[in-house]
């Protein structure tokens, strides 16, 4: 699998849509993702995981991920599969809605 673009919007601390192209990224062959604590690195790789496995999967102690100030997330995901029965482009979406409990 190489990832291609990914946008994720109301995940922990992205309020707002933010995207990635990965194809930019990946230009020079190898990247990082850098940043200070809290700048939203893991949440990069949650965006990613929840695309690919679901919420279930993500591997924080809480699932508690939706942005304070936002009612759902959103993650758009796409990807180069490399998989011999379905080669090409997979896009995934998900939309995560809090419940009424606040959970």
Known sequence: MKPIKLKIKGLNSYREEQVIHFTKLLDGGVFGIFGPTGSGKST???????????YDAISRDTKDFINTDSDKAYIY???MSSCPTTPGILTIQRSIKRNKSGG
């Not at 990069?44 to 679901?54: H, K, M, P, S």
């Open 44 to 54: 990069i790789l949650d965006g990613i995981t929840i695309a690919l496995y679901g």
């Open 77 to 79: 995901f796409e990807c």
